[in-house]
C-alpha cells in the first residue's frame, strides 16, 4: 500500500472527470445555515353549512377565500311569505316592507358555529332552497404541510421560524412557527425525510391547494470557518477534509511532508482497489421514530379547550429573528 496525498483523491475517485475537479480554499466569515422547505396548504375539519328552513336567498355576504367569525353573516334567508311580500308592487320600499314583516317573518342569518375559512359557496341571491340544502362549504383551520430532506430534519424543532411563500410569487414572504415535526418511518417512503405543519390565521394565509416554498434558519453566525459540503469525505464515523500538502523526498513507502498539515493529524490511508467503496459526506438523517418510546396520546381531560387549538400560538421571535420585515403575526 501506499500513502496517498490528500490532493488527489479526487482524481482517484472518480478518474473519468478528474479534469472537472475544481480547488477552493478554507474560508472564515459569516455562517448562515438554511433549511430549505416546500409543501402544499391544506383545509382542515371541513363541513356543509345547510339551509334550516325553505325560503329564498336574500343576500350572499361571503365568498370562497373569506374568513369568518361567528357572529358574521355568510347569507340571509328570507321566508317564502316575506319573499312574496317583497316582490309583490307596492308604494312602500323593500326595506319598509322588511323592517314591518321581519319580526312575523323574521330572516334567517347563516352563520358559522366558530371561526372558518369559507372553501366553497353555492349560495345565490334570489334562489329557493329547501330545507337541508348545502350553502357553503368550510374549513376551521388551514395548515402548512412541509417537507424537508432527511438529512436537515435533526435541526428543526418545534417553534423555530418558517419564511415561506407562494411559489408563484416569491417576492410575498410571510413568517409563522412550526407547529409539529414528524419523521418518516424507513422503508415506507423510497427517500424517508420528514414532514411539518405549520397553523396558519386569518391574518397572513394561502389560499388551500397553494404550492409554496420557504426557508428556516438554523444557524446563524457572524465569523467561521466553512468549506462546501461536497468537499467532504465520510470513513466510518469520521469526516475528511482533502487538503493540499508540500513534498519532499517520495519513496514506494513513504513521503517527506514538508508542509500542509500538523504533526499527529490523522488522514486516509487509501487502497486504490477500494476507493470506490469511500463515500461523500452528506448530512445524516434523524433514525426512524420507535413506536415503543412513543408518547402515550392524552386523554381527553389532558388536552387543552378546542378554543386554543384553533389559534396559532402568538409568541415573540428571539432576538436573531427579529430583524426579518415579513409579514408574521408574531409582530
Given amino acids: 500500500m501506499r500513502l496517498l496525498a490528500l490532493v488527489s483523491l479526487f482524481a482517484f475517485l472518480a478518474p473519468s472527470a478528474a479534469l472537472a475537479q475544481k480547488v477552493g480554499e478554507v474560508r472564515r466569515g459569516p455562517f448562515r445555515a438554511v433549511v430549505r422547505a416546500q409543501g402544499t396548504v391544506v383545509a382542515e375539519e371541513l363541513s356543509h353549512i345547510d339551509s334550516t328552513i325553505e325560503g329564498r336567498i336574500e343576500m350572499v355576504d361571503a365568498a370562497p377565500g373569506d374568513w369568518k367569525d361567528e ?44 371561526r372558518c375559512y369559507v372553501t366553497k359557496a353555492f349560495a345565490k341571491p334570489k334562489k329557493v332552497v329547501k330545507p337541508g340544502a348545502v350553502l357553503f362549504e368550510v374549513a376551521k383551520k388551514l395548515r402548512l404541510i412541509g417537507r424537508i430532506r432527511a438529512g436537515d430534519a435533526k435541526w428543526i424543532r418545534e417553534g423555530q421560524l418558517l419564511t415561506f411563500w407562494d411559489a408563484r410569487k416569491p417576492g410575498d414572504k410571510r413568517q409563522a412557527r412550526v407547529e409539529k415535526l414528524f419523521l418518516d418511518v424507513q422503508g415506507q417512503k423510497v427517500s424517508p425525510g420528514a414532514s411539518f405543519s405549520v397553523l396558519l390565521s386569518p391574518k397572513l394565509f394561502l389560499p388551500p391547494g397553494t404550492e409554496w416554498e420557504g426557508e428556516i434558519v438554523v444557524s446563524d453566525k457572524k465569523s467561521t470557518l466553512k468549506v462546501p459540503t461536497s468537499a467532504l469525505l465520510r470513513h466510518g464515523d469520521e469526516v475528511f477534509l482533502p487538503v493540499r500538502v508540500s513534498t519532499g523526498i517520495t519513496t514506494y513507502e513513504e513521503t517527506e511532508i514538508l508542509s500542509g498539515v500538523s ?15 469511500l463515500k461523500s459526506y452528506e448530512p445524516e438523517p434523524l433514525p426512524p421514530p420507535d413506536p415503543k418510546k412513543e408518547k402515550p396520546a392524552k386523554t381527553r381531560k389532558e388536552r387543552r379547550p378546542r378554543a386554543e387549538e384553533d389559534e396559532p400560538e402568538e409568541t415573540e421571535p428571539p432576538a436573531e429573528e427579529s430583524g426579518a420585515d415579513y409579514p408574521s403575526d408574531l409582530e
Fill in 71 to 114: 357572529d358574521d353573516d355568510l347569507a340571509t334567508l328570507a321566508t317564502l311569505e316575506l319573499a312574496a311580500m317583497l316582490d309583490a308592487k307596492s308604494s312602500n320600499s323593500a326595506g319598509i316592507i322588511k323592517d314591518r314583516w321581519q319580526k312575523v317573518f323574521k330572516p334567517n342569518s347563516v352563520r358559522c358555529s366558530a
Fill in 263 to 277: 504533526e499527529r493529524a490523522r488522514f486516509l490511508l487509501l487502497d486504490p482497489d477500494k476507493m470506490g467503496a
